[in-house]
């Protein structure tokens, strides 16, 4: 039996080997099988298949998963079985892919070392047991079962590991050919000895020389012989990641537009998650076909969020945020405007509510524990109730997600009749969609993103590398904690090879070695200065001889890039070709003159609509919004704005004011007696929660005690009420004019003493309420007490005199002293509130300490600041 072994990846003269006899052709991946155009066929699927024939199987994630943790839980001592399967996974799949003989290591290793060997005998004899082997192991048991030698031809894996080296000369058959890049650069340290094991194994090594003809051939010899610079290669700088991205993009699409095929250009990142996001963000605004075939984790897609949330729901049973995200997500919309309006008022968080509503969630209402089958019927019913399926089908990634969440159903019910609990199920539910991935942008066709593992002997006309920074290119060594490099060389000096730091170095730039044989025409590098902080070139580019220059201006690639530079020209285009830009300039030239010296206009509240003040209905907070801020009151009053109504979770502001002033005006309604004002308290707060509707809050017995006795305490200070004072009735309310203005409102309490009518109005804050701006523009001018004074005096009693009108503080128990304005200030605050009106003018003029906007809802509307004191107004 003969078998040849050629030190070179010469892919000329692999395509010659395949066409001179009837080989079975092994590539590393299916973009070098695309390069020999054969099927792609790899060592793991030979043997996966290898496997079948001796009824093993490769153990499914879930299944390897279980075992891991019942071998933790037989081998170590923890409380925490899955951290420690995650601290020990790293070096466990270490020992399994370097076929080291457990009770060797158990015998050598640190007691660390020596309890992961352990925790690896445990696994696999597991294993073994269910007649599954795993995944890092595959290549040994493959090679330790029978089998048919066959004829292959392998091309592309030029950094074979010791455990591919075992089963490739164990399946190889006569005449069977291998390509191994080896030279005497010790970046080929291991190549050199996996050449010469195999060569004790019987295989031939064959001469093959010739010089260099490709680009990425050349590119080679200079890399190993650091030669200077190459034609065919160049480097750009970028100041960040997304003007790399955007400008590597750019150049993409002017190629497709040229003709180039999509598949005769690839795009290379060593961490392509890390640039994949942004990758994929631009290509979409670009309009351009990526694909990116990194795995994104089932629990990172819409739909594994969405299971999440279910889970969520049924374990807790239906809490309102919850159940409100599930509902409303993506992939379901059950919930209808006008449902998810009624929900908002009413927050349902039980079952019967919801059902109330109109929702009917009977479905999700599972029960403690079932059967494994059983848990996976339930939840295959309701991804069918909410069609599941069809709404993940607008997304590629959705539906690969979706379907790989099925395969795991399966697994998820065996074994069929065991009994779990609920939570049982769910942890199985969320550990599988941790484990499982999917790629991030799945498809066929267009230009793909890659890492260089992933491309060894392929060929592509361009390639563009991005992130060619030190710490991306090559990527940092890690260490393993639970298995460190020390552990490892104490190991090695055992005679049990385990991959060093060194060799992973090696391995780096035996890596980057095969990037640079991929192109045929041009291999781009690019880079930005800055990523978390200034970044350096990456050695392999100084070894290069590349020298990386600045970036050449990049053409506009996209609507959304064309509509900038056209606003920046104050120009739009003069046809049709975008329906955007028009909108887009009129609301730029919006936003300069709000921003800009110019005077207020239409969407800073100057509307130069005129309305009559004579026909509007004002009450003192509205009077007071207008002295504040025009805008304020304009934007409620006149556009009607709202926030949504939300149910009350918790006792807001408002309504404990509202809880206050109802306890008080029940209190003392009637009371002749004023010692009885305090003996009505509780009976009065009480009926208070009813008129209110006070929702149920947490604590609210012992909360309630506390609010009592803050109103105790208020109404037993002096300045509550006086000893000589009637009072006359709360909650007075009343409609008169003020000035040529309708007002109305409420007045708190009147009482009658002998020096005249006390005027009070309950504030449960410590302070007194802001008033309307004076002439330097603070808030300062307080209108309501005179306006309540002015009302008592003409219109409520006539002919009596107030002798004093005053804010009381219930949380302070004292009077909020407060200025009381002259007649001719408040005639012209009236004055210029009916100029406003009359002019349509309401500017965003808050006051200048902006107590205005304390509360205000508008802020997203009038989008007050800095812009402000452009305009002379307040910033």
Partial sequence: MKRYLYLVSSQRLCQQQKSDSNFRVITSSPQAARTLKVSHYSLEALAEHILRDNSLRIAPLLQSSRLLSVAVNNVIETTDIEATKRALDSGLKAILRAGIDTDVVAKVGSFRTKQIAALAKNYTNLLREQGIVDSASVFWQASQVKIRRQSLLVYGYFNPRVDQLHFLDAISGDGSVMLLPCNESNIFSENQKAASWLQKQGWEIQEWKEAPLTVGEQLQACFLQGTSEHAAVTAHIYPHI??????????????????????????????????????????????????????????????????????????????????????????????????????????????????????????????????????????????????????????????????????????????????????????????????????????????????????????????????????????????????????????????????????????????????????????????????????????????????????????????????????????????????????????????????????????????????????????????????????????????????????????????????????????????????????????????????????????WEARRTEHLQILNYACSQPDFIKQEAQILQPETKFTAQWFGLTVTGSIDRIDRTPQGLVLLDYKTSSQAPPGVKDEFGKANIDIQMSLYAHVASTNLFPGETVQDAYYYSLTKGEKLSKKQPSEETLQAIAEKIKNYLQKGYYPVEPDINQDACRYCAYDLVCRKGVRQSRKGGNS
């Fill in 242 to 699: 997304e003007a790399e991205v955007r400008g590597v993009l750019a150049r993409v699409k002017s190629l497709l537009h040229e003709g180039t095929p999509a598949n005769e250009i690839v795009l290379v990142a060593r961490d392509d998650a890390f640039y994949g996001s942004k990758v994929l963000d631009v290509a979409q605004e670009y309009n351009l076909p990526v694909r990116a075939f990194y795995g994104v984790p089932l629990n990172a897609t819409r739909l594994g969020a969405w299971v999440q949330l279910l889970l969520e729901v049924i374990q807790e049973k239906f809490p309102f945020e919850s159940t409100a995200k599930l509902l409303s997500h993506p992939l379901c919309t059950a919930l209808s405007t006008n449902v998810w309006q009624e929900a908002r008022k009413q927050h349902p968080s039980k079952l019967l509510e919801w059902q109330n509503l109109g929702v009917n969630l009977a479905l999700l209402d599972w029960c403690y524990e079932d059967t494994r089958a059983n848990w996976v019927e339930k939840i295959q019913d309701v991804l069918n109730k909410y069609q599941i399926r069809s709404c993940a089908g607008r997304w590629a990634k959705e539906i690969v997600a979706y379907y790989k969440f099925q395969d795991a159903l399966v697994d998820l019910a065996k074994p069929e009749d065991e009994v779990i609990s609920l939570e049982e199920f769910a942890a199985d539910i969320i550990g599988t969609l941790a484990l499982l991935t999917v790629p991030a942008q799945p498809g066929r066709g267009g230009v793909e993103l890659h890492t260089p593992l992933s491309l060894f002997g392929a060929t592509y006309k361009y390639v563009f590398v991005l992130g060619a920074v030190e710490g991306i290119l090559p990527a940092p060594i890690q260490d393993d904690p639970m298995l460190d490099f020390y552990e490892r060389k104490q190991l090695r000096q055992q005679g049990l090879k385990l991959e060093d730091a060194a060799t992973s170095a090696r391995r780096e730039a035996i890596s980057f070695y095969a990037l640079l044989q991929i192109p045929t025409e041009r291999i781009i590098f690019s880079y930005p200065q800055m990523l978390k902080d200034a970044t350096i070139p990456s050695p392999y580019l100084t070894q290069l001889g590349i020298n990386a220059l600045e970036a050449p201006p990049k053409p506009v690639a996209s609507f959304e890039e064309a509509r900038r530079i056209y606003l920046r020209q104050n120009s739009v285009l003069s046809d049709d070709s975008d329906d955007v830009l028009p909108h887009a300039f009129h609301a730029w030239q919006v936003e300069k003159r709000r921003s800009g010296a110019e005077a207020y206009d239409e969407y800073d509240g100057v509307i130069g609509l005129p309305l009559d003040p004579g026909t509007r209905v004002f009450s003192a907070s509205q009077l007071t919004d207008a002295g504040q801020c025009a805008f304020k009151w304009f934007a409620n009053k006149v556009l009607r704005l709202q926030e949504l109504e939300e149910a009350e979770l918790e006792l807001s502001a408002l309504l404990r004011g509202n809880l206050y002033h109802r306890s008080l005006e029940l209190a003392v309604l009637g009371v002749t007696d004023l010692t009885q004002i305090t003996t009505n308290l509780e009976a009065a707060f009480l009926q208070a929660e009813q008129d209110c509707q006070l929702p149920v809050l947490s604590a």
